[in-house]
């Protein structure tokens, strides 16, 4: 079983995919963290984000592996667990920048289908472009959106409770300008795919999406059974 969950940043993707995953028995995947990694191992190198030569060859050396089960993930970059490094945010914005690197794309996007096929049981991933571009095919596919404001509000309460200084404006800001490059980009921009089930989580807390979620995977199973 593949579940593929895409959407802007802040709409609840990684925290209801490690749900889903729990709850179904399946490998967790948050490729957004393996385009952090990269991003980190850019940092480390030194590298320009304006290199691409340099930073596809980064992404195509690296060796980055998820491991563990979805409640402590582990994001492990060279043989280091860079769990928390990858979440500074000067990581954070180095990533959108390397995302948008259609050649860092197409060797991350086979790392993702690789690990995804990995798992006899399936695996749920997470990001911008799985349902439309990674696993066109997925069993299922959700599309979480919601409010710049909502979102906005969601990370600035995140950053805050890890100590981050910053102001609900800036995150704002940076939450606009994410959702621009994430759409405009020329390679896999974000977009809802066809078959895709598009959820507003605007006013809905994290349990009500869950609910919604499982209940259109048990009836699509039921279905078919």
């Given at each position: 079983m593949i579940i593929a969950i895409d959407g802007p940043s802040g709409a609840g993707k990684s925290t209801l995919g490690k749900m889903l995953a729990k709850e179904l028995g399946l490998l967790y995947l948050d490729t957004g963290a393996m385009y952090r990694a990269a991003a980190l191992a850019a940092?480390?190198?030194?590298i320009t984000l304006d290199d691409t030569e340099k930073l596809a060859s980064i992404a195509e050396n690296a060796s980055i592996e998820l491991v563990?089960?979805?409640?402590?993930?582990k994001v492990v970059l060279n043989g280091q667990d860079?769990?928390?490094?990858?979440?500074?945010l000067e990581v954070a914005q180095a990533a959108s920048e390397v995302s948008t690197i259609s050649e860092v794309?197409?060797?991350?996007v086979d790392h993702q289908r690789e690990i995804g096929n990995r798992d006899n049981n399936g695996c749920v991933l997470e990001g911008?472009?799985?349902?439309?571009?990674?696993?066109?095919h997925?069993?299922?596919?959700?599309?979480?959106t919601a409010k710049p404001e909502a979102r906005a509000l969601r990370r600035f309460a995140e950053d805050s409770a890890k100590g981050h200084s910053s102001t609900f404006e800036k995150t704002l800001e940076e939450i606009n300008e994410r959702d621009a490059r994430d759409v405009s980009r020329a390679d896999s921009p974000l977009t809802i795919a066809a078959d895709a089930i598009v959820i507003d989580t605007?006013?809905?807390?994290l349990t009500e999406v869950f609910e919604q979620?499982?209940?259109k995977i048990r009836e699509h199973r039921a279905e078919t059974a």
């Amino acid at each position: 079983m593949i579940i593929a969950i895409d959407g802007p940043s802040g709409a609840g993707k990684s925290t209801l995919g490690k749900m889903l995953a729990k709850e179904l028995g399946l490998l967790y995947l948050d490729t957004g963290a393996m385009y952090r990694a990269a991003a980190l191992a850019a940092l480390k190198e030194g590298i320009t984000l304006d290199d691409t030569e340099k930073l596809a060859s980064i992404a195509e050396n690296a060796s980055i592996e998820l491991v563990g089960d979805p409640d402590s993930l582990k994001v492990v970059l060279n043989g280091q667990d860079v769990s928390a490094e990858i979440r500074t945010l000067e990581v954070a914005q180095a990533a959108s920048e390397v995302s948008t690197i259609s050649e860092v794309r197409r060797i991350m996007v086979d790392h993702q289908r690789e690990i995804g096929n990995r798992d006899n049981n399936g695996c749920v991933l997470e990001g911008r472009d799985i349902g439309s571009v990674v696993f066109p095919h997925a069993d299922y596919k959700f599309f979480l959106t919601a409010k710049p404001e909502a979102r906005a509000l969601r990370r600035f309460a995140e950053d805050s409770a890890k100590g981050h200084s910053s102001t609900f404006e800036k995150t704002l800001e940076e939450i606009n300008e994410r959702d621009a490059r994430d759409v405009s980009r020329a390679d896999s921009p974000l977009t809802i795919a066809a078959d895709a089930i598009v959820i507003d989580t605007s006013d809905l807390d994290l349990t009500e999406v869950f609910e919604q979620m499982l209940a259109k995977i048990r009836e699509h199973r039921a279905e078919t059974a």
